[in-house]
C-alpha cells in the first residue's frame, strides 16, 4: 500500500525589539541567567502589562510579507497551563483575535511551485528555559515575555524538501523585513512539526502527531523521516497504536519519544486577559508600516542581476543572507562596484565562513576597510595576492588596510627595469619549462609566472607580469 505523509508547522519567531513583550526588561540574547527579569515578567501579582508597540508593528510587517489579512482590531488571551517555564501560570497570546490570518508562501521545489497556505499569525509572549544539570533542573527567565509570532500553515506539506524549502523562504522574508533574526542556532526561530501519514488518495487525516521545538534543518529533515516510517509501520503491522500525542526529538539518537497527550484548545481554557486593552489597528498604521519595509530579497535579487550587472549565481547567495547583503550594500556604498563586492563576498569572506564553520549571519567585519582593500586593488597600489593576506588580517584582527600596506611595503612593484629582470632571471633558472613551451606545452606558463611572483613576494600586478613573460618566452623560441 501506497502511503502519503501530511504536514503542519507551527514556527514561531522571536521578533526584534529591545525589550519584551509586556515590560520593559531587554529582549537580546545572550545575558547572565535572570539578569533580564522584573516583578511583570516575573508573575509577581499586581504588575499590569504594558503592549509594545513596536512589537505590533513587527506584527504587521510579518503579515505584509506573507500575504495575510491583518485583523482590524486585535486582542490578547490568557492561556492556561502550569509548567515551571511559565511563572504566572499562563501564556498571553492570541486566540479570539490574532494579528492576521489567510495567507500564504509560495515556495518552489524539484517538483516545481507550490503555495503553502497560512492559517493565521499570532503574537505572543515566549516562556522561559530550563536547564537540566547534574539531577536538578534550573529556571532562567530572561526569554520570558520575549515577543514573537507563530505563523501557523495549513497541512499543506507533503515532503521534508517542501518543509525546508518553506523555512528558508520564511526566514529570508522575516529577516529582510527587519522583523527577526531568525537565527535558530540561537533559538530564534524554531518550529513545531505536525505529522500524520494516511493512505495515498485519502482525504482522511490519519493521527497526527507533534514534534515540539525543532530548531535545526538538518534535525528537521531526520525527525521526519524518521516519525514517517514510524507511523507506516504501525499501520502495516500493528506493533504500536498511534495517538494524537507530543513527541520530543533526540538528535543524538535519531529517535522521537512521547512526551504528553496532544492538548486541545478546551485544555487550556483559554479566555481573554482583561488587563491588556484591545488594539485597533488602522489602515493609515497598515500603510505607515508597509512603506518602512526594505528592500525584499527578490527584490534585491532582481536589482542585483538586472541593473547591477551580477551573476545570478553570486546574487543568489547574497540574497539568501541579510548578513551578507547589508555587506554588499555597504561595500556598494563605499564607491566598491557591484560586481566586485559580489566577488569578494562570495569568493574570501565566505572562505572563512568555511574556515571557522560559522553561517552566513554570523560573519562580522569591518565594511569601511573591506571597501578600502578592495579599492586598493582596483587602483593597482597592492595586487590581489597581497590583498588576500591582508584581508585575512582584516578579518580577523581587524588590521586597516591603507595603513598595513604601507606599514609593510606592500605597494604594487611597477618598476618596469626591475620586473624586467626578474622575468629574465627565471627564464635563465628554467630551462626545462622554457623548452616545453617552445614544444608547444602552454601549462608551463602557470608555472613561471608562480615563480615570478614569488620573487615579488606577490606584490607585481600579474597583468604586466604575464605580457613581460609572454615576451620573454616569444623571444627565447626564436
Not at 514510524?230 to 500493528?238: D, K, Q
Not at 529517535?255 to 492538548?263: G, N, Q
Not at 553561517?359 to 597600489?381: M, Q, R, Y
Request: charged letters at 25%; glycine letters at 6%.
Amino acid at each position: 500500500m501506497k502511503y502519503e505523509v501530511v504536514i503542519g508547522l507551527e514556527v514561531h519567531v522571536e521578533l526584534a525589539t529591545e525589550s519584551k513583550l509586556f515590560c520593559s526588561c531587554g529582549a537580546k540574547f545572550g545575558a547572565d541567567p535572570n539578569e533580564n527579569v522584573c516583578p511583570a515578567c516575573a508573575g509577581m501579582p499586581g504588575m499590569l502589562p504594558v503592549a509594545n508597540k513596536k512589537a505590533v508593528e513587527l506584527g504587521i510587517a510579518a503579515a505584509l510579507v506573507t500575504n495575510s489579512r491583518v485583523t482590524p482590531v486585535i486582542t490578547f488571551d490568557k492561556k492556561n497551563y502550569f509548567y515551571p517555564d511559565l511563572p504566572t501560570g499562563y501564556q498571553n497570546t492570541q486566540w479570539l483575535a490574532p494579528i492576521c490570518r489567510d495567507g500564504y508562501v509560495d515556495i518552489e521545489t524539484q517538483a516545481g511551485q507550490k503555495r503553502i497556505n497560512l492559517k493565521q499569525i499570532h503574537i505572543e509572549e515566549d516562556a522561559g528555559k530550563l536547564v537540566h544539570s547534574h539531577g536538578v533542573s534550573l529556571a532562567d527567565y530572561n526569554r520570558g515575555g520575549v515577543p514573537l509570532v507563530e505563523i501557523v500553515s495549513q497541512p499543506d506539506f507533503r515532503s521534508a524538501e517542501e518543509v525546508i524549502v518553506y523555512l528558508e523562504k520564511l526566514r529570508t522574508l522575516l529577516s529582510f523585513a527587519g522583523v527577526s533574526d531568525c537565527r535558530m542556532q540561537e533559538g530564534s526561530m524554531r518550529c513545531d512539526v505536525n505529522l500524520s501519514v494516511r493512505e495515498a488518495g485519502s482525504d482522511i487525516l490519519g493521527t497526527r502527531t507533534e514534534m515540539k521545538n525543532m530548531n535545526s534543518l538538518k534535525a528537521i529533515v531526520r525527525a521526519i523521516a524518521f516519525e514517517t516510517e514510524r507511523h507506516i509501520n504501525a499501520l502495516e503491522t500493528g506493533s504500536e497504536e498511534l495517538v494524537q500525542e507530543t513527541r520530543r526529538w533526540d538528535d543524538s539518537i535519531g529517535e522521537s519519544f512521547a512526551m504528553r497527550e496532544k492538548e486541545n484548545a478546551t485544555d487550556y481554557r483559554y479566555f481573554p486577559n482583561p488587563e491588556i486593552m484591545p488594539i485597533q489597528i488602522s489602515e493609515q498604521w497598515i500603510d505607515a508600516v508597509r512603506a518602512s519595509l526594505p528592500e525584499t530579497a527578490h527584490d534585491k535579487f532582481s536589482r542585483m542581476t538586472k541593473e547591477l550587472s551580477v551573476s545570478e549565481s553570486d546574487a543568489k547567495i547574497i540574497t539568501g543572507s541579510k548578513n551578507l547583503a547589508d555587506i554588499f550594500d555597504a561595500l556598494t556604498k563605499n564607491g566598491v562596484l557591484a560586481k566586485d563586492a559580489a566577488s569578494w563576498i562570495v569568493t574570501e569572506l565566505l572562505s572563512m565562513e568555511t574556515q571557522e564553520n560559522k553561517s552566513s549571519d554570523d560573519i562580522k567585519i569591518n565594511t569601511d576597510k573591506f571597501a578600502a582593500l578592495i579599492l586598493l586593488v582596483n587602483k593597482k597600489e597592492i595586487s590581489r595576492t597581497v590583498a588576500k593576506k591582508v584581508f585575512a588580517l582584516l578579518y580577523a584582527e581587524d588590521v586597516d588596510p591603507i595603513d598595513y600596506v604601507k606599514q609593510n611595503n606592500l605597494g604594487m612593484v611597477s618598476d618596469a627595469a626591475l620586473l624586467d629582470g626578474i622575468v629574465a632571471s627565471v627564464l635563465a633558472e628554467n630551462p626545462d619549462s622554457v623548452g616545453q613551451y617552445r614544444g608547444g606545452n602552454e601549462k608551463v606558463v602557470g608555472f613561471l609566472m608562480g615563480k615570478i611572483m614569488g620573487k615579488t613576494a606577490g606584490k607585481a600586478d600579474p597583468g604586466v607580469v604575464r605580457e613581460m613573460l609572454m615576451n620573454g618566452l616569444a623571444a627565447a623560441s626564436e
